[in-house]
């Protein structure tokens, strides 16, 4: 198989199998990573946005988990084909991923040196003495100071940021093709968290390499992503370019994901005086509502909303939205 | 106006313990002398990145963490100076919503029982009143009466937070602290807390005391903010004043820092260098020198005095003290 796309994800289906039943987190996603590019996955917790990271990388916990169905397209081969064995060359290497909270993602009985050194020795074949100065550079390179002391240093002795960029010099060590961002810095301070977003997007311009950012922080995203994709209960409700989605929202669920984030600076200025709120809570995945999961928030709901699920309408160049109110009569 | 409750140089420093014979070795500096009030109905933040003390200040305003140094008074009375049974009585009035909707509310209790708790403790509301009131708790914070048999885990996060927040209304409180009261919630849903909250604060009568990290909420929700760093106020203003003059270079470092959900606004993103210091070795000088971009030679032997730069608008850098000549 083929794709014109550094990555391409096509109907991907992800369920969990519990005692409760089956959560169906990723209910046919599609969308697609060019190089270089970064993309913004958005959405609020359980609509499968890192559930959808987890696929891709294939280290999702299997079982409960699996992948139900679609296809995952990365240099002309299906990654929900490959076995492990084959995975293994792929992660890490050419596609890493980075996650939210550092302290839990590195190993603390290792030295920072160690875990880096080990990216370089699996995938580039270097010795254990190179691998070592091969990592201090790259610590040198995600601005922590002192790299050569740092690299024989635990993660205990590191502070959360500087955990993170620990963190990103591991994921970039092997120039990966693509990097998954999971809530990079949802974890971190506002000043820390705006030094490793600076330090992110530079060394994306140094190595080319694709992002894939997951949050919930619409800030972050609006500050980092040139394309967006917005997720609900499992599926993608609405894609475009930054500024299209923040200027021409279209789906009801976004508007009211916009207006019901207070905007810095906006109540000063006198800009916005009050909040609106989207009524209800995010459906649960056991029990995910039949036609559109969005209806039963949502102020312009439809009779045809209940009865039948709406496809994603393109409506503009690179902007798609899964809604009746866009989908025209005779599409109907 | 009238001042409500106010902290006078308060200071909380906890000892570091060690060896066998737990001997103290050192202090975090959590809290190191911070004044401030709360008025009768206004809305007061406190913002400032992890430990910067803005929850221990809070803890200690509740008396649930002891302060080492400084005043507490409510109401002019001394807070210290209170007997036990004194002080009970005024924790009525005063009352605290919690972060994590999930750890505060007790699992094995129905939403009724969890309540009803506060009333129990201070003996009000009993017998037939109870039923009444709990059902009208319930109501206000927008769940139903029905709702108040089921158990916690029945909620989603949101609904969560409302039960805390019912808890806290429970005995008729004047002042309400909330620390950190959206940030573990989602996006959608944090709006619907923000929302009960201005109006629980105009229906009751309330003065609120929200701790917060996140800019965007504390602007929405306050009338007067406060900027902590490393124990120490750095600044006090209006949230107009704040926001739109930041005078203290480590506000506008953390205002530019803040991510804005608007691809088109202009940013002119200052970036701070290094971690925030702790607070069990604080800088010496202004406690911001280590990472100020506008830094001169006093700064790291002298701590900037508030000055007064306009109608309750207050800054403690030395850039705006008559000494530097600025």
Avoid at chain 1, 145 to 172: D, F, N, T, W
Wanted: glycine content about 8%.
């Amino acid at each position: 198989m083929k794709s014109e796309h550094l990555l391409e994800v096509l109907d991907l289906k992800t369920s969990f199998y519990t005692f409760e039943g089956v959560a169906r987190a990723v209910n046919g996603v599609s969308y697609y990573l060019d190089k270089g590019e970064t993309l913004g996955i958005v959405g609020e917790s359980g609509c499968g946005k890192s559930v959808t990271a987890s696929s891709v990388m294939r280290i999702l916990p299997e079982p409960p988990g699996k992948i139900e169905g679609g296809t995952i397209l990365f240099d002309n081969q299906d990654l929900t084909k490959l076995s492990q064995k084959q995975m293994r060359r792929i992660r890490g290497g050419r596609i890493a991923m980075i996650f939210q909270e550092p302290m839990t993602s590195l190993n603390p009985v290792f030295t920072i040196g160690n875990q880096i050194s080990e990216m370089f020795i699996l995938h580039k074949g270097m010795s254990r003495r190179e691998a070592m100065e091969a990592s201090a550079d790259m610590l040198d390179r995600v601005q922590i100071p002192a790299p050569k002391a740092r690299v024989h240093e635990y993660p205990h002795q590191l502070s959360g940021g500087m955990r993170q960029r620990a963190m990103i010099a591991m994921a970039l060590a092997c120039e990966p093709e693509i990097l998954i961002a999971d809530e990079p810095t949802t974890a971190l301070d506002v000043t820390v968290q705006a030094q490793i977003l600076d330090i992110m997007l530079k060394l994306k311009e140094d190595t080319g390499t694709a992002i894939q950012m997951i949050t919930h922080d619409l800030g972050v995203i609006a500050e980092t992503s040139n394309r967006i994709v917005v997720m609900y209960a499992g599926k993608v409700v609405e894609e475009a370019g930054t500024v299209e989605l923040f200027t021409k929202t279209l789906h009801p669920y976004t508007r009211g994901l916009l207006a019901s984030i207070p905007l810095l600076g906006s109540r000063s200025a006198g800009t916005q005086q009050s909040l609106s709120e989207i009524k209800g809570t995010v459906p649960s995945l056991f029990e995910i509502p039949s036609g559109c999961a969005f209806r039963q928030r949502c102020k312009h709901a439809m009779k045809i909303c209940a009865e039948r699920e709406p496809e994603l309408e393109q409506v503009g160049s690179g902007h798609a939205v899964r809604c009746w109110l866009h989908i025209p009569q005779e599409k109907r | 106006m009238s001042t409500l409750l106010q902290a006078e140089n308060l200071e909380v420093h906890f000892p570091i313990k060690k060896g066998v014979f737990s001997r103290t070795v050192g202090y975090v500096y959590a809290v190191d002398g911070v004044d401030f009030h709360l008025n009768k109905g206004e809305t007061l933040g406190i913002v400032g990145e992890s430990g910067c003390g803005k929850t221990t200040a809070g803890m200690a305003v509740m008396g649930l963490t002891p302060a080492t140094g400084g005043r507490i008074m409510f109401a002019d009375r001394d807070l210290a100076a209170m007997r036990r049974y004194e002080l009970k009585k005024l924790r009525s009035s005063m009352q605290l919503i919690f972060q994590d909707p999930y750890s505060s509310l007790n699992p094995r209790m129905t939403v009724n029982q969890i309540i009803a708790d506060p009333m129990d403790v201070h003996g009000v509301y009993l017998g037939r009143e109870r039923k009444d009131r709990l059902a009208f708790l319930l109501e206000t914070v927008g769940l139903t009466p029905e709702q108040g048999r089921r158990y916690p885990h029945e909620f989603s996060g949101g609904q969560r937070q409302r039960i805390g927040i019912a808890r806290a209304l429970a005995l008729d409180p004047s002042i309400i602290i909330g620390d950190e009261p959206v940030s573990a919630l989602d996006v959608s849903i944090q709006a619907q807390i923000i929302n009960l909250l201005l109006r629980l604060k105009r229906e009751f009568d309330l003065s609120l005391m929200v701790i917060s990290h996140d800019l965007a909420v504390v602007e929405y929700l306050c009338d007067r903010i406060i900027v902590m760093y490393v124990g120490k106020i750095i600044e006090e203003a209006k949230y107009a004043d704040l926001y739109k003059t930041p005078l203290h270079p480590y506000t506008q470092a953390l205002l530019s820092a803040a991510p804005v959900s608007d691809p088109l606004r202009e940013k002119n993103r200052i970036l701070l260098h290094g971690d925030v210091p702790s607070p069990i070795n604080p800088p010496t000088g202004c406690r911001f020198h280590t990472r100020c971009p506008k830094r001169m030679d006093i700064c790291d032997k002298v701590e900037p005095e508030f000055t007064e730069m306009g109608e309750g608008h207050r800054v403690a850098c030395h850039l705006y003290t008559a000494e530097s000549g600025v």
